[in-house]
């Protein structure tokens, strides 16, 4: 997956997998070999996810030595699924490769645990004596256990002290390398005593060997590793939802008449036939027929949306009954399914401030965890009484495979993973992991009204003519306005047109944003606008104040209408509340958390929107760029802000708030405006992304404190003989996946 920045077109952001990770530490050392290389801007690496996502300048560096930096580290990184073109078709090649890292352990684990059970037999019946009747059969034992074990060792073992070996060549140290230690160390050890046993053992005494010991923990470690992989698998199903959203074939026209292509293969003006009831592959423009168009999975529109000749059209979503063809304008990674991928999978890349936090913990707990067995090991050496350098081995194994810190680097991005992947089920796309964390503290939260809180299509309401005929006034007005594209322009031209009037063409125009326009119109100056706006330009709006307010008290907008600098009447217009606003608010009020509405209507206008809403407050009068400045004044009041807006002319407010939610219907600009983006444009949407984030964060808690937990309790008991180091290879195993467990438990997680 790849994406370039429009303002540095040398500037490439990537995502990219990466292979051989199995703890948090290995993710520090990933991210530390790629973020030295010159040209690399950011670099964020997933345990969860397996991915790297790396900000860099192609003009400084380049992807040998990305990979040559994470191959010196002990790692692979694999950049040839890259395709700056199309969208590549992934689902399948995931879903293979998932199932082929988990069948590979599947069998290791299989083949280790075979060899286990016999081992396992031989190792008791030993300790209990239940072979002291076969004299002659009991010098044997620990020769057939080392035949049995070694094979366990050197085959799904190696794994383990093949990484062990690349760090110990770059004096670094991860989860493996603590493996490979407590295991390399019993094993040689069993090796030692039964290969020469008179160098310390009395004639005919036999040791206990710890070959068992040795099987069990690696045994114990690749059911984990099956385990996780499997309950892994699970949490990335949100990414292949969206991608199974396209057909994978598509039918275009070409000089010799109708051909098939892969998905794959489709480019851009390709003309694309789409039948009754077929998905369609690809952005574009329809160029001949006509249908209606399943635009839910997109917009959260739940009626077809009707299409005809120039109309646009969106991949992935679903034709209904008519046949058209139309002209491919977008495809892959362009397209805005292949963009929404693209926000969804770089958000789940992305890293929360806690997994940070856990990342620098754990970047320094293998060193220390080192350590710690080291002094354990010394002090059951030195004071230990019997046995006691048998004693001190079982110790410094146990310490360190309590202390591998898998869960510890599985609690953040599983959980981060699969919330964002709910939020992108629900039309809720979360751009980084720090604004999903952050939600969770928002205590207040600012609406736009027109287009976030109402429907932001006026309809007029009615006319006020002061002295001038109402049919030239409307006129007059609607020439005027059909040069602007804001929403109350839009609204006055289109009831021009219902009542059959005749448009004329303006001498001059000219627009004041958030106040109004002016312009010229059969050589007479005419202002369009805001009370404010002609006040400002010296005009009186008493003439008609008296007559039009009384539609101000219910709610309506006046557009006050001057000619040569004399009030000649005011058009009445009404935003109507959208279906679903008073109950989003009822929603964010149950979380406890202010409502406030901006508005730049006049106060009585936003007042009855206020209260109809049941909205704590409102800020009137504000014009478009002030917003950002409100946001501010509220963060001033050590306020957490979430800012609520259409996410086009409320940009600036978007930004400047703590969490910016823009209300989109899957345009270009709603995907890029915001931190969070409610693609169905379902206000209640904001009510659901805190909850899920109020959800995940304490999901993420839940998973470290038992991360943390079991270490900080585990070392000292192990450090004291308390543990065994089998039942310890099982504990840390079963942590890794109920750590996984427990982050899918946000897939049931309600959002409205």
Same mark, same amino acid.
């Given at each position: 997956m790849l994406d370039m920045d429009s303002s540095n077109l040398n500037i490439e952001k990537i995502s990219v997998p990466v292979e051989g990770m199995t703890c948090a530490s290995c993710v520090a050392r990933v991210e530390k070999s790629i973020a030295r290389i010159d040209g690399v801007q950011e670099v964020n690496v997933n345990l969860a996810s397996e991915k790297a996502s790396i900000t860099i300048d192609k003009s400084e560096a380049n992807y040998e030595e990305i990979k040559k930096a994470v191959e010196e580290a002990g790692y692979k990184i694999n950049f040839s699924d890259l395709d700056s073109d199309r969208l590549k078709e992934s689902t399948h090649d995931e879903n293979n490769k998932e199932s082929e890292y988990e069948l590979t352990i599947k069998k290791e684990f299989i083949f280790a645990l075979i060899l286990t059970v016999p081992i396992l037999i031989l190792s008791i =019946?030993?300790?209990? =004596? &239940?072979? +002291? +009747?076969?004299?002659?059969f009991t010098p044997y034992i620990n020769k057939i256990l080392l035949i049995l074990t070694t094979p366990v060792v050197f085959i799904p073992g190696k794994r383990f002290y093949k990484i062990f070996w690349n760090n110990l060549k770059h004096f670094t140290a991860d989860m493996n390398s603590l493996v490979a230690v407590g295991t390399g160390a019993s094993f040689l050890f069993s090796v030692y005593i039964t290969l020469f046993p008179e160098l310390i053992l009395s004639p005919g005494e036999i040791a206990h060997a710890y070959f068992d010991t040795t099987v069990v923990i690696i045994t114990l470690i690749l059911m984990g590793r099956w385990l996780e992989a499997r309950s892994k698998a699970k949490t990335g199903t949100a990414i292949k939802k969206l991608i199974s959203l396209r057909p994978k074939v598509a039918i275009i026209k070409t000089v010799d008449g109708e051909k098939s292509l892969n998905i794959s293969e489709l480019m851009m003006n390709d003309i694309v036939i789409v039948k009754p009831g077929e998905k369609i592959p690809a952005d574009g423009e329809i160029i001949y027929g006509s249908s209606t168009i399943d635009e839910s999975m997109i917009s959260g529109e739940s009626f077809p949306v009707e299409k005809n000749t120039g109309s646009k059209v969106v991949g992935g979503t679903i034709n209904n009954t008519g046949y058209f063809e139309f002209k491919v304008t977008s495809t892959g990674k362009n397209s805005? &399914? =292949?963009?929404?991928? #693209? &926000?969804?999978?770089?958000?789940? =890349?992305?890293?929360?401030p806690i997994q940070k936090l856990a990342d620098k913990v754990a970047e320094v707990f293998v060193p220390v965890v080192i350590l710690i067995s080291i002094i354990t090991f010394i002090l059951w050496l030195v004071f230990g009484v019997e046995n006691s350098f048998q004693v001190a081995l079982i110790n410094f194994v146990a310490v360190l495979i309590i202390a591998c810190p898998c869960a510890m680097g599985l609690a953040t991005p599983t959980a981060l993973i699969v919330g964002m992947g709910k939020g992108a089920e629900n039309g809720i796309l979360i751009k980084n992991g720090e604004h999903l964390e952050l939600a969770h503290k928002i205590n207040a939260i600012l609406f736009d009204k027109t287009g976030t809180l109402t429907e932001g299509k006026p309809k007029i309401n009615s006319i006020f003519s002061n002295g001038t005929d109402e049919k030239i006034l409307l006129q007059i007005a609607a020439s005027l306005e059909s040069r602007s594209e804001h929403p109350i322009a839009k609204a006055i031209v289109e009831y021009a047109d219902?009542?059959?009037?005749?448009?004329?063409?303006?001498?001059?125009?000219?627009?004041? #944003?958030g106040l109004g326009i002016s312009g010229r119109i059969n050589n007479k100056e005419i202002l369009i606008g805001t009370k404010r706006f002609l006040e400002e330009n010296s005009i009186e709006t008493n003439g008609t104040e008296n007559k039009s307010n009384a539609s101000d008290y219910n709610g309506k907008t006046n557009v006050y209408i001057s000619i040569d600098e004399k009030v000649a009447g005011s058009i009445s217009l009404t935003d109507p509340v959208k279906e679903n606003s008073e109950k989003a608010i009822s929603e964010l009020k149950k979380l406890k958390l202010k409502t406030v509405m901006i508005t730049g209507d006049n106060k009585i206008s936003a007042e009855q929107v206020a209260q109809s809403l049941k909205i704590d407050s409102f800020e009137w009068g504000v014009l478009p760029a002030d917003k950002s400045k409100t946001i501010s004044k509220y963060q001033s009041g050590n306020n957490i802000v979430g800012m609520v807006g259409d996410g086009i002319n409320d940009a600036p407010a978007l930004a400047q708030a703590d969490v910016g939610f823009a209300i989109g219907t899957g345009t270009d600009v709603a995907i890029e405006t915001g931190d969070i983006v409610l693609m169905k444009g379902d206000l209640q949407g904001v009510a659901g992304a805190i909850k899920l984030s109020r959800q995940t964060i304490r999901t993420i808690k839940q998973n470290l404190f038992w991360a943390f937990i079991y270490n900080t309790l585990g070392i000292p008991l192990a450090a004291l003989g308390l543990l065994n180091p089998m039942f310890a290879a099982l504990a840390m195993s079963l942590s890794s996946v109920s750590v996984v467990t427990n982050s899918l438990r946000l897939k049931r997680v309600k959002l409205s």
């Open positions: =019946g030993f300790s209990f =004596g &239940l072979f +002291d +009747d076969y004299p002659s805005i &399914l =292949g963009k929404i991928i #693209t &926000l969804v999978e770089e958000a789940q =890349g992305s890293k929360a219902s009542q059959k009037i005749t448009l004329i063409q303006p001498e001059e125009f000219q627009s004041s #944003t």
